[in-house]
């Protein structure tokens, strides 16, 4: 009996507990739908700060959870994604190749070859964008024990995709770097070559240049050259050379310094697979006798071997994390060769991605532009919305969701997004691609929030004003809000970090000690600073120590593009960052800070570190030590980056370009350089198709002869105080001047 009374007395608590109200603690329901209009108020919040709000934008969020849209603003209307067009080809890629895809790479030899000498081995390539030097290494040991032993000639086959190498959006762009490389059914190495750099014993002395991999593809122009410990002004050009390619090294490197690699693409891919297979296989014990010839290989030639890639699944982590666009454009033309029949075309790959999108998807044709695969440059245009609805399909389709999910990148831990979202609940709980192009900044991908609830968003931002950090910080908070949903904090959380990452000058003695320890950290090269630097950057204020925390960034690897990006993005000329490193140089009596790293990446040729230099110089402009620190900058970019500076110049303010131009002169005077090659730049700029250029080219041409022999005139002696000579016996300036080559060198 006292069981039984004490189950009653517990089933009518347990009754009056349902039943009456229970003051402040809201239904499921209720909760829910106060943490929707907090993430609504948050997200509005970043979107109507600046530049947000003068940006073209759109963004829509849906909860996987139940299918209700969470936030939409602008999310049908068209714009530039950038990167994020590689969701769409990965996409339709996996589904249409399937995880376990492998591409081949056959290699054959004549018919009555009798399997130790061949008069011919013939390398059949099917698009394979994963061979790298270490692979083709593992092919050739494969070549050698199948018997083979002598070769007469290797003929390259291209033929599995057709000879358009580059599709449209990347003749918008004249660059010679790694992400501008082509596509080939025979490729090695993403179609770049590692061009390695190091100094000679001596100052003054030859720089080494040593390429990865290393054939007879290459002819090398070394004109690099070992200068002082601030001596690291370079540049490497790539340039197609027939059948080979010519790489050009200019510049200076420190002595005693470590060694420097950068990568360019190459022009023609079966060639440099073919070259750099005959130095294998000549290296392994495989005498190769002739030559390395495109060609299509014969029916009845005799299959040796097939080397197979890793399965789909992996590559296409590559694309996504580290935004491949080799990789991209590689699968539309596998997939237009695989479903429409060889030759791969990318007219068939946009055909097959279309496809996919209208039959599987659900986005009609024509409700989008769609010109190539990996979003560069100005030719593809998605909504927000549409980019949801692929996330949506892909995670509903449960044998490939995992494979897809698995290729973006992790917020805080890998890929593009490594370095973004630290010390936000958005750290590995966001997967997503980035996308970024100028003034084009985007975001899409997956989010399970800190409550539980999960999330598919895109984010895309285009046609911003100034530059592209407060964009991207805008976009993680937005990112950051979402993972916040369900957290103690809140997404209002991540708002207020924003808001607390506003600018703010601090004492000077406190700027000249945080300025000599990160200058102290950048001047060890060591890439382990990076994760503390990182760290700092993030949660300094003052524009000035930020500067030289992003300087110490990219000193620490100068090959890391978030590094370059991230200087870029706080390196400005204004008195709150160049004006105020000044003075702190004139303090601690070195160069200012920032500054050389800024002229060494203007003298790689980057353009937006070329328009930085120009409105330094600007800036500089009634200071002496400043000016003359400038002009000899101005002329280390242009021995290195000619053409590029010419560009720059013709894009410049007037203001900008008047004062550049001045220390431009004495740049070119102090180098004494008979033959600089920014006069042979010029004059190919003279005779440019573009109309426009070439007139520009001509006035420059004009201006700089002029201020040229202004600088190297006599200067006109004081004249003291008290003698006063009459004013038709002092001479202003200098004479009529003639263009000769003493006034124009190298002209």
């Known amino acids: 009996m006292q069981v039984h009374r004490a189950r009653t007395l517990l089933a009518v608590t347990v009754v009056l507990f349902v039943t009456l109200p229970r003051a402040g603690v809201a239904a499921p329901d209720d909760k829910k739908r106060a943490e929707r209009e907090a993430l609504k108020a948050s997200l509005m919040q970043v979107l109507q700060r600046e530049p947000l709000n003068a940006s073209r934008v759109g963004v829509h969020m849906m909860s996987l959870d139940d299918g209700t849209v969470v936030f939409s603003h602008n999310a049908d209307e068209l714009l530039n994604p950038a990167s994020n067009v590689k969701l769409v080809t990965s996409a ?52 050698f024990h199948t018997g083979l032993r002598e070769v007469q000639d290797i003929i390259v086959d291209d033929a599995w995709f057709d000879a358009e ?39 003054g002395a030859k720089g080494v240049v040593e390429l990865e ?6 002819v090398v122009e070394n004109a690099l050259t070992t200068g002082n410990a601030r001596a690291r002004r370079f540049s490497v050009a790539s340039d197609a050379a027939g059948a080979q390619q010519k790489i050009i090294v200019r510049g200076q490197v420190p002595q005693g310094g470590a060694y420097m690699s950068v990568y360019k693409k190459i022009d023609n891919p079966p060639m440099y697979f073919g070259q750099t297979l005959k130095q294998m296989l000549n290296a392994r014990g495989v005498k190769v006798k002739g030559k390395v010839k495109p060609g299509v290989t014969p029916t009845k030639a005799k299959l040796v071997y097939v080397s197979h890639s890793d399965t789909f699944d992996i590559i296409l982590k590559r694309l996504n994390k580290l935004s491949s666009n080799f990789v991209a454009e590689t699968l539309l033309k596998a997939m237009g060769a695989e479903v429409r029949g060889v030759p791969g075309t990318f007219a068939k790959g946009i055909d097959v991605v279309e496809d996919f999108l209208a039959r599987e998807v659900g986005i009609p044709r024509g409700t989008y532009v769609m010109k190539n695969g990996s979003g560069l440059n100005d030719t593809n ?20 969701a995992p494979e897809y999910l698995s290729s973006l990148g992790i917020a805080g831990k890998d890929g593009t997004l490594k370095y973004r979202f630290d010390g936000t609940e958005a750290v590995g709980r ?11 900044s985007a975001l899409s991908g997956y989010v399970q929030a800190a409550g539980g609830e999960k999330f598919i968003f895109s984010m895309m931002v285009n046609d911003y004003p100034g530059r592209s950090g407060p964009v991207v910080r805008g976009l993680d908070a937005l990112g950051a809000a979402v993972a916040s949903v369900g957290s103690t904090m809140g997404p209002g959380r991540a708002v207020a970090e924003l808001a607390s990452g506003e600018k703010s000058s601090s004492p000077q003695a406190e700027v000249l000690s945080r300025v000599k320890t990160y200058l102290a950290l950048g001047s060890q090269r060591d890439a382990r600073n990076i994760g503390f630097l990182r760290t700092a950057w993030r949660s300094e204020r003052d524009p000035a ?4 925390v992003a300087e110490s960034l990219y000193q620490s690897n100068p090959q890391d593009y978030l590094g370059v990006r991230t200087l870029l993005d706080s390196y400005s000329a204004g008195t709150d960052v160049y004006g105020r490193l000044r003075a702190v140089a004139r303090e601690l009596s070195v160069e200012v800070p920032g500054l050389g790293s800024m002229v060494e990446l203007a003298a790689s040729g ?85 109309t426009k250029l070439a007139d520009f080219a001509r ?48 002209g």
């Open 213 to 218: 991999p290393q054939s007879e593809f290459f």
């Open 92 to 143: 339709a890629a996996l589904v249409t190749l399937g995880p376990e895809y492998r591409f081949e790479t056959e290699f054959l030899v004549e018919a009555e070859s009798d399997g130790l000498k061949a008069k011919t081995l013939y390398v059949r390539g099917k698009g394979d964008p994963s061979i790298t030097t270490e692979r083709l290494y593992g092919m050739v040991g494969d070549l």
């Open 430 to 440: 966001l997967r997503a691609k980035t996308g970024t192009l100028e003034n084009v």
């Open 381 to 400: 245009r998605f909504s927000a919305a549409q980019f949801d609805r692929i996330l949506r399909y892909m995670y509903e389709r449960f044998p490939l």
């Open 165 to 203: 190498r580059t599709p449209p959006g990347f003749d918008q762009e004249d660059s010679d770097r790694a992400y501008m490389a082509p596509t080939g059914a025979l490729s090695l190495n993403w179609n770049a070559v590692g061009v390695y750099l190091r100094p000679g014993d001596t100052l």
């Open 545 to 548: 120590v930020r500067a030289v």
């Open 606 to 690: 980057n353009a937006e570190a070329l328009s930085r230099v120009i409105e330094l110089a600007s800036a500089a402009s009634g200071d002496a030590a400043s000016e003359t620190e400038m002009a000899e900058g101005l002329g280390a970019v242009a021995r290195t980056a000619p053409e590029e500076l010419v560009l720059a110049l013709k894009g410049a303010s007037v203001k900008d370009r008047e004062v550049t131009t001045t220390l431009l002169a004495r740049g070119l005077v102090l180098a004494s350089e008979a033959e600089h090659p920014f006069w042979k730049a010029l004059k190919k700029s003279l005779g440019s198709t573009d």
């Open 699 to 746: 006035s420059l041409d004009g201006t700089l002869s002029r201020k040229v022999a202004e600088e190297k005139a006599p200067k006109p002696q004081q004249v003291p105080a008290q003698v006063v000579a009459p004013a038709s016996a002092v001479q202003l300036g200098p004479g009529p001047i003639e263009r000769t080559a003493e006034t124009r060198p190298g």
